[in-house]
């Protein structure tokens, strides 16, 4: 499944739904602008390896583009074209001051050394800095970045701006102008998101079973903090396989092993399985914090649960999520379920601004409060247009988008489609 075409119909889906001006659709199925470059790095042996890499910056209606970078080995064009895209209505359903931008570079960082991922990055930044900046383009870390990448992200921008600027990337360490609760901000949204919207609808918490595809960062998180309330995690995987137990598992023990033996696999308390088999076991919860497609035709009708929580970026393709959708499975749709990443970040940003940083109480106030209202928001959209959470949250942003375009007028759409050319 191309991930950008599955966007871009989701995208069309939804302006079906609401009457949607064909000229703001057309406007936000284009990107504004790509940058594709070749990254020359010296590797430690020597030798030079060359990196394909990519910026992609989708819109700025609402904002400076804002998103993160992937270091990957399958990163492709098309990935950060949909990628950009959703970050445009993320930023818009979160209600934040902010367009949708990507970046990616097709590399396979658990093979490199620290010293040969800090050349890639500051590489990276001497191929972007032009077209980046904390009042344009402001990117964060992604799958397989990290805060201290974007530290160096920082350093490499500042030395070649000669200006301190630590608003050009969020993600950063606390010690560099980082904002406290940014490292659990996606899994933590997303349980805010998760525990509002069971309460709305009177479900226990208690003996609720879950499991979550993806033990990395918000996988993880996710894991723990819903472990946490009360939840019983049943079953996690990494990019090696997963482990199952059916009576429940102690995620922060499962990290424990993993840091011992490499993965959630052989873990004393759970059964191995494959990634695939994990996320078609019975269960109340499918947490998917993995990568995109992860849910397709060829799967869907082996999915046993009754919620899904997209914390990973296009986890569940349209036509699984309209067939899940009418078999009652209720999907809570990335662009809502993980906007908590971007919503922390976009404080970091502010806190850089003001050159003044908040205490992790006031973020997570913050924090729950921008949750609920975007899911308070887009139900309401769901019971008036009949339509799946999805297809809500993707009006919901397009109301935004819609509005604000208008008021803009004429010259801000003239920006979005002629004004790179």
Known sequence: MNFYKNTLTNMN???????????????????????????????????????????????????????????????????????????????????IPYGGGKGGVCCNAKEMSEGELERLTRKYVQAVYQIIGPNHDIPAPDMYTTPQMMAWFMDEYSRLVNQYSPGVVTGKPIEVGGSLG???????????????????????????????????????????????????????????????NDDGMDPFHIMKSKKEKGSVQNYDEGTNCTNEELIEK??????????????????????????????????????????????????????????????????????????????????????????IESLVRILDFQNKHKCTMRQAAYISAFDRLDKTKKLRGSGAHLRCKDYYK
Not at 284 to 309: C, G
Request: proline content about 3%; aromatic content about 8%.
């Open 282 to 371: 019975s269960c109340d919860i499918l947490v998917l914090a993995a990568m995109e497609n992860q849910v397709t035709e060829e799967n869907m009708k082996n999915i046993k649960t009754k919620i899904i929580l997209e914390l990973a970026n296009g986890p569940t393709t349209a036509e699984a999520d309209e067939y899940l959708s009418k078999q009652g499975v209720v999907v809570i749709p990335d662009i809502l379920a993980n906007s908590g990443g971007v919503t922390v970040s976009y404080f970091e940003w502010l806190q850089n601004q003001q050159a003044y940083y908040w205490p992790e109480e006031e973020v997570q106030t913050k924090l729950k409060r921008v949750m």
């Open 182 to 244: 940014r490292g659990t901000a996606t899994a933590q949204g997303g349980a805010y998101i998760l525990e509002e919207y069971m309460k709305r609808h009177n479900m226990e918490i208690e003996g609720v079973k879950v499991i979550v595809q993806g033990f990395g960062n918000a996988g993880s998180y996710a894991a723990e903090i819903l472990h946490g309330m009360g939840f019983t995690i049943i079953g996690v995987s990494d990019s090696k396989g997963g482990v199952y």
């Open 13 to 95: 889906k939804a302006a079906k739904l609401m009457d949607l001006d064909q000229e703001t659709l057309d406007t936000l199925s284009h990107p504004q602008k790509t940058l594709m470059v070749t990254l020359p790095v010296r590797m430690d042996d020597g030798h030079m390896e060359y990196f394909e890499a990519y910026r992609v910056q989708h819109s700025e209606l609402r904002g400076p583009f804002k998103g993160g970078i992937r270091y990957f080995p399958n990163v492709d064009l098309n990935e950060i074209k949909a990628l950009a895209t959703e970050m445009t209505f993320k930023c818009a359903v979160a209600g």
